[in-house]
């Protein structure tokens, strides 16, 4: 059992978006019940979309079942060939959502309520980056007041195969490359280098995985589980905790190292180190068993006293030696 400590609480309060391709690697539904236990979530926008907003109907059916109804989802951009990308057919009831809960409408909108609200907001995003892209193009004003975290990227060398970018921006090179090099954008990006390894890889036999999949589980426990359980029987053995690390990041928790990079990026949105190309702050390490021991305390908490927005999670970390940093965390522990 993690030995866990209070911190001090994060000085901001920013409501948080996040932006997810869920449905394919099942990493996005565990960010998902992170940030719906832990963080002021406000709206969800999809990308890597088809068929009139699958992965926004599996996205409100997920809220629904932890209770956060309030949560707008909106389905965001399509892209040629998702289908391919998604493995969760038929988990969600057919007819749903309802009327009432609709599952259309403007990114650029929605947003601007989010932002409303305190004037920023935190934007996480565990996909490839179209919906941002387009927000920027939009309503760069906008984008501006958004404090940025996206998964994917980083120097290709340190890529499992360096010959393609990752996954993100691989799927819409153009978005990531508009956003990447944009002057007037709050950006970091949690890198595939540094969330690509074992430290990070969830399993039949991993912890988080036995709770979720647990036979007295909770509906929401086994949906995220069904997502890994098409995974591993369609696609790969295990699957690397990249968009829940983002999720951490974002959150303020300690558990992810930034730095400025000089980069080259080229027309497929793989970086280059260049020291005359454009800084970047991003990954460059991790403390890997604080993030799995604060990820499953969330999920331990959430199975044990039920799910539901806990704005105290984000203050319990594990005992380590030295300051915490979580005071200059962009996303508050309150609404
Ligand atoms: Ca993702």
Known sequence: MTNLRS?????????????????????????????????????????????????????????????????VVVAGKDIEGAEARWVCDGLVPPGFPPASMPITGSTVEAVRTVVGE???AAWVGLGPVSNLAWLY????????????????????????????????????????RAIWTAPDLDLRLVTSGVTFTEDTEIT???????LLAADNSPKWAKLVADGYDRWFARKRPGSKA????????????????????RVAIGPDARMHLDPNGNAVRMSTSADYASF??????????ALESGMGYEPS????????PGPATVAAAPIGRRS
């Open 7 to 71: 911190s001090a609480p994060p000085t901001t309060r920013l409501p948080v978006c996040i932006c997810t391709d869920l449905g394919y690697d099942p990493d996005d539904l565990l960010a998902m019940i992170i940030a719906a236990a832990a963080l002021p979530l406000r709206l969800v926008v999809t990308s890597d979309e088809f068929g009139g907003g699958e992965r926004a109907r599996l996205a409100r059916y997920l809220l629904n079942l932890c209770g956060r109804t309030g949560v």
């Open 118 to 120: 305190g004037h920023r």
């Open 137 to 176: 193009r939009g309503a760069p004003e906008l984008a501006r007041l958004l404090v940025i975290t996206l998964q994917g990227g980083g120097p290709a060398h340190l890529y499992r195969d360096p010959s393609r970018a990752s996954h993100n921006p691989r799927m819409d090179p153009a978005s990531a």
């Open 204 to 210: 039949r036999d991993s912890e988080i995985y036995r």
């Open 242 to 261: 990249a968009d829940p690390m983002t999720v951490t990041a974002a959150a303020g928790l300690p558990f992810v190292n930034f730095d400025a990079v």
């Open 292 to 301: 799995r021991n604060w990820v499953t305390m969330v999920v331990r908490h």
């Open 313 to 320: 999670l984000i203050g319990r970390l594990p005992s380590a």
